[in-house]
């Protein structure tokens, strides 16, 4: 398969990243859309460092967004490496200002969050995604096509980005659960 | 003829490892026919709604008293008239609240639903830490959903919290 990131690693960020603590609902900053951010800033990428380097200390921790570290930002990282229900898999990458243009097979599957950390929700996503974004740093433009869990982690992540979380699109009024197993 | 009544039943109390099997026992050996239920745990306590056909009131109770002896679970049994299923009289939505935890939020949002003449099928709710959390379905008049969106946003601006409102999703296999 041909790698839409052209090479590029988080290494390209040229930061390591500060791990920053992250925020949970009821919090403000979750349920405000994001605004579109320069890619090029060095802010960006510092902001996708941070988010790399909290995801990475995070157990099971396969996606954080900009709002989940209190950002309001169209900015997300995803690495779903190594889980089972993953299929393609692109390793940790972070993108910017990411559209979902492409969506089917829609399935439904169970969510947590760890901005919501005591409840998990089933959820309808599209299995196979095309998403088009710009990457931190760089500012090239990406488009990106997937399936399976990484498609679920890009879908949850960009809806972060505007504002929503996956409790506001549980599948129904018994869709929500207690969470039994924290990572 | 006069149509046959049901019970109600509710057992509700302290959680433990076999209150259904010990339930649902009391209920066969009479010959009640459990039909529909729900059962959860909310906040802990064990919860469980039944209606069931058969025998009277009186003969339940009696059968359910050893189960509540201890003081720890609580059963009650009505005899309840007949229900018809409605026929689906609107267009099925499901709205999800969340906010911070503060009084008033079901009452608010559900009395939207309600002046708008939306019927509530099915409901959840949970609070968990300082997060509150509200899932309903509900059966809205036709040509009426996106009125009660914006009331719906109004009303949630006003508690601080989010709502969304949107199409059940109907399609079946």
């Known amino acids: 398969m041909s790698d839409p990131f052209a090479g590029w690693t988080p ?46 200390v995070s157990p099971g921790c396969v996606g954080l967004a900009a709002p989940q570290v209190g950002v309001s930002a169209q900015v997300f990282v995803v690495d779903v490496s ?22 089917s097979r829609w399935r439904p599957g169970r969510e947590g969050c760890m901005s919501v950390p005591d409840l998990t929700g089933d959820v309808k996503r599209a299995a196979r995604v095309v998403v088009e974004a710009a990457l931190p740093g760089t500012g090239a433009p990406v488009r990106l096509t997937t399936d399976a869990f990484e498609a679920r982690a890009l879908q949850h992540e960009i809806d972060h980005c505007a504002g929503l979380l996956f409790l506001d699109r549980v599948a129904g009024a018994h869709a929500i659960h207690q969470r039994k197993v924290y990572l | 003829m006069k149509a046959r009544s049901e019970l109600a039943i509710t057992v509700i109390g302290h959680d433990r490892p076999g209150i259904v099997a ?17 059962m959860t745990r909310l906040r802990g306590h064990f919860t469980w709604t039944l209606v069931c056909g058969g025998p009277s009131a009186a003969e339940v109770e009696a059968a359910l008293g050893p189960l509540a002896a201890d003081g720890r679970l609580l059963a009650t049994v009505r005899e309840v008239g007949p229900e018809v299923e409605a026929a689906v009289a609107g267009e099925p939505y499901l709205m999800s609240v ?52 914006k009331r719906l946003a109004e009303v949630a601006g006003g508690l601080e919290v989010e709502v969304t409102l949107r199409p059940t999703e109907t399609d079946v296999l």
């Open chain 1, 11 to 56: 290494e390209a960020l040229g930061d390591p990243g500060e791990v920053l603590p992250v925020v949970t609902a009821p919090h403000g900053v979750l349920s405000q859309p994001g605004p579109e951010v320069d890619p090029s800033d060095p802010k960006v990428a510092r902001l996708a460092a941070d988010l790399l380097a909290t995801m990475r």
């Open chain 1, 82 to 103: 190594g889980h089972p229900k993953a299929a393609t898999v692109h390793g940790a990458f972070a993108l910017c200002n990411a559209k979902v243009v492409e969506a």
């Open chain 2, 22 to 38: 010990d339930v649902s026992e009391a209920l066969a050996r009479l010959g009640a026919n459990l039909t529909d239920s729900t």
């Open chain 2, 98 to 149: 969340h906010g911070a935890d503060r009084l008033g939020i079901v009452a608010a949002v559900t009395r939207v639903l309600a002046e708008a003449g939306g019927n509530i099928t099915d409901l959840t709710t949970r609070l968990t830490g300082p997060l509150y959390v509200l899932v309903a379905e509900v059966d809205l008049p036709p040509g009426t959903a996106e009125a009660v969106g």
